[in-house]
């Protein structure tokens, strides 16, 4: 596949990159991103994928787009209030370049269908708000052998980190389980400051790029954390052991998807 | 002794526990913390029985639940 002139324009500061060149923008082009949770997380980064020609963009949202959500979710506009926010997302991302195919799960993941939805991509974000759907998420990309970008956001504070199969831990090997309803505070009930998301799903969209483009060095291995009031970024070294993990170690206890129980006040979920 | 806890030196008593820097350091939600030392996991129900050594590295990891 050759690229148009409008093409080579479009793309043309990747294409000037010794790290992307004409080679690098074709496997931009030819790569296909789920991104779970079209909110906080999942709205820079799926414009800034959309922005840099990735082929085919996933996006699975249960939710319809709320005034409240405005303040930080920016694929959506005023307009959008009310609308599945899988549709508002994949109107700004075709908007923005037609180059990139849209596919909607306007539906919550769940154990049942969440293998079918990853298997045909190569790298999953993701951007969901609780915990039942991160453990999710983990535990179906260790067993279909996705990479994937866990992120979490809350007040002024973010933090992600990537898996990538047989290259180092997995979000359970750091957190055995989910913490009980309630126990830990979610964004909804805490609040979280709007350019977090920006912040931290912007680095989850380089991640998915550095991934695809096979350059650099990705977030394996390490926690990433920002305190936006320090000012701080901090790149925790995670534990190379994984042995013991319940899913991704020698011999895991956990060989089927759990749908554990959502916290009543994430109310409708992703 | 001097150990580095989440990246910054601190002098702390000979002895000290890993569940007794837990309350020095007011780590929130102290039952759903992970605690690497020296970039290794350590259970919780170690926290307790874990004494700490002249130089050791600990990291407290935090649950971040949000995104939406
Ligand atoms: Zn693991």
Redesign the interface.
Known sequence: MAFTNEQIERYSRHIILKEVGAKGQKKLLNAKVLII?A????APAAMYLAAAGIGTIGIADA?EVDLS?LQR?IIHQTKDVGKPKVDSAKETMEAMNPDVKVVTYHEFITSENILDIIKDYDFII??????PA?FLINDACVMAKKPFSH????RF???LMTYVPGQGPCYR???KEP?PKD??????Q?G?IGAM?GVIGSLQAMEAVKYILGVGELLTGW?LTYDALKMQF?K??????THNCDVCGDNPTITELIDYEQAECDGVG? | MKIKV??VKKEVQDGLTVSQLIIDENVE?P??V?V?VN???LENDQFDSTVLNEGDNI?F????????
């Open positions: 949770g909110g906080g997380l999942g939710d959500n979710q993701d951007g969901t708000d609780n915990f991160k992120a979490g956001i809350i504070q973010g933090q090997c750091v957190f913490p126990a830990v505070p979610t964004c909804k805490a979280v998301g926690l901090r925790v070294k995670l534990p190379s052991d992703l | 989440a990246g939600t039952e759903y992970t690497t970039d290794e996991f990291e990891l935090y649950f971040m639940g949000g995104g939406q």
